[in-house]
């Protein structure tokens, strides 16, 4: 079967669909029928509404659910701000101030793990453009954490949705719309304001997120390719309710808002909800799942075969974000250079690896829990080893990127790189440029010499 062998078994039940209209109840009889909002819903609950477009959005981008819970989200005391010195998304609490944005390629070594910090604390702002108080762009994170979250608290990000990319460890995440298992090969997305708590069942984890501060992901066009193909809209699993019943210990409520943290008390679990339908809601999915698809004759396709999910821009094909996989796959192309080709690239690349060797570096520089990022128009390619085996080895099918997952957050955007990313966390490589490209070599030789 084509789905990823995983260490961790699968603890919880989903349902399955991207974007479809789910509904589910975790006490029969708890939807209420028809009605979303009747004077007295079943139960005793209370009905609440979470939007993740305008009420007016068209239709076909439209997503609202419908919360079915013991007390309303709004039930807690005021949000006071946390020291911005156990919070790492923003530096000196100026998320914006800081990004430097540089032509250089940009390579780092594997982030450390850091058994010190929970989910919370763990987020490291990496790179971004945007700002999320006018919902435009996006933040790269690299988070390493040892610590499950408190067991009464719950985080939130009300700048945007998570896309999170487990490297390494196990997250068994508490939501208030159900549970999701989430392990290495597998990604999942928390939409902006859910209130979720991260355990850690198997030991430090460690991994990138992408947050998009517009819209939400989507399925990319499958244009000519026709309806079936890379993502298929059945792999995405869905949290079924699940519900705690607590009225009656303090739990804390983080919220990310702009980059900075607050916390508020309340006396109640905020997962409480004992029923829920809509089309919004949290969601992952396993790569091992993807349809990849190539060339068959000659040369590739560009990489935009290999998107995930996008997430689109205000122009037509042109996307704030894609999440692109480089999966495990055949390469059968005749008379072909097979590696990615040299480019100049409008958009910027930001590149993690899961596991394994990324087919396009050889060199060894770009491994597990490390990352690159090649800004708009910064040229790249494949390095030295790598041109130098492609150009010359025999063109017979061949697997490659077996046991491997390299990924790309890729977007319109010029990406600027933080303080810590540049200079804290001392994982740049000041060699890449060195290692990969400055050793190519002139090939050209004039007709007839
Ligand atoms: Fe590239």
Same mark, same amino acid.
């Given at each position: 079967m084509p789905t990823t062998t995983f260490e961790t078994p699968e603890k919880y039940e989903y349902q399955n669909g991207f974007d479809s209209y789910h509904e589910t109840e975790a006490v029969k009889g708890a939807l209420p029928i028809a009605a979303n909002s009747p004077q007295k819903p079943p139960y005793g609950l209370y009905a609440e509404k979470l939007s993740g477009t305008s009420f007016t959005a068209p239709r076909h981008e439209n997503k609202q659910s419908w919360l079915y819970r013991i007390l309303p989200a709004a039930a807690h005391e005021p949000f006071e701000p946390r020291e911005s010195s156990s919070f790492t998304t923003n530096s000196e609490n100026k998320p914006h101030d800081k990004f430097?944005?540089?032509?250089?390629?940009?390579?780092?070594?594997?982030? /450390?793990? /850091?058994?010190?910090? /929970?989910? &919370?604390?763990?987020?490291?702002? &990496?790179?971004?453009?945007? /700002?999320p108080t006018i919902k435009s762009g996006i933040g790269v994170f690299i988070f390493a954490a040892g610590r499950s979250m408190d067991e009464h608290e719950a985080f939130y990000s009300a700048d945007g949705d998570f896309l999170i990319v487990l490297q390494h460890g196990v997250l068994d995440i508490v939501t208030e719309f159900g549970n999701l298992l989430v392990r290495p090969n597998e990604i999942t997305v928390i939409p902006r304001g859910i209130r979720y708590r991260i355990s850690l069942p198997a030991g430090p984890v460690r991994g990138y997120v992408l947050e998009l501060y517009q819209g939400h992901f989507r399925l990319p066009e499958l244009g000519p390719i026709g309806s079936n193909c890379l993502a298929n809209a059945r792999d995405f699993q869905v949290p079924v309710a699940a519900f705690e019943e607590d009225t009656s210990t303090t739990w804390h409520i983080l919220a990310k808002f702009n980059g900075r943290l607050f916390s508020a008390k309340q006396d109640h679990s905020p997962f409480d909800v004992v029923a829920w339908h809509g089309l919004y809601y949290p969601y992952k999915y396993d790569l091992g799942r993807f349809n990849t698809i190539g060339s068959i004759s000659y040369d590739h396709p560009d990489p935009s075969i290999f998107t995930v999910l996008t997430a689109p821009s205000d122009h037509g094909g042109t996307a704030v974000a894609d999440f692109v996989i480089f999966p495990p796959r055949w390469l059968v192309q005749e008379d072909t250079f097979r590696p990615p080709w040299y480019h100049r690239n409008t958009m910027s690349e930001f590149m993690g690896l899961i596991h394994g060797q990324y087919d396009a570096k050889m060199a060894g520089g770009f491994q597990p829990a490390g990352a690159s990022l090649h800004n708009v128009m910064s040229a790249h390619g494949p390095d030295a080893a790598t041109f130098e085996k492609a150009s010359t080895v025999e063109l017979t099918p061949a697997r490659v990127g077996e046991g491997s997952m390299a990924f790309m957050f890729e977007s319109c955007l010029m990406v600027g790189v933080t303080d810590w990313g540049l200079q804290k966390c001392s994982k740049v490589q000041e060699d890449y440029n060195a290692e990969s490209w400055i050793p190519l070599r002139p090939r050209f030789k004039r007709p007839g010499n």
């Open positions: 430097q944005q540089i032509p250089n390629q940009l390579r780092w070594d594997p982030f /450390d793990l /850091d058994e010190k910090v /929970d989910w &919370v604390n763990s987020l490291h702002l &990496v790179a971004g453009a945007g /700002d």
